[in-house]
């Protein structure tokens, strides 16, 4: 048996391939307020909208943003647990997401 820190089991010949467990991540809970924020960081000066605070699995999520895309038409991505859409349009955004019942506050510049 090798005996190197960084080298794991990978077959073994009484139960064959060994899995790692798969981790699940957890949603943040937030503090129920629904933050929209503009970041012009790392897009070479073009703006987009990172909502956070929605506390939604990963499947909810993204069918949440691709509403959200369709309605604002724009496009945006889901990267964690933030929506990113792309644009400046943040009281057009607050006003659909306060319709789907979310506390909403504008943050940031």
Request: net charge positive.
């Amino acid at each position: 048996m090798i005996s190197d820190n960084n080298s794991q089991l990978v077959y073994s010949t009484d139960s064959g391939r060994i899995d790692q467990p798969k981790t699940v991540d957890e949603a943040p809970q937030g503090d129920g307020i629904v933050r929209i924020k503009m970041d012009r960081k790392g897009r070479k000066g073009k703006g987009a909208m990172v909502i956070t605070g929605l506390g939604l699995e990963a499947k909810a999520l993204k069918t949440l943003a691709q509403e959200l895309k369709k309605k604002m038409g724009c496009g945006g991505a889901v990267k964690g647990f933030d929506i990113e859409i792309q644009g400046d349009d943040r009281d057009k955004l607050k006003t659909l997401l306060e319709q789907r019942t979310y506390k909403v506050k504008l943050a940031g510049g």
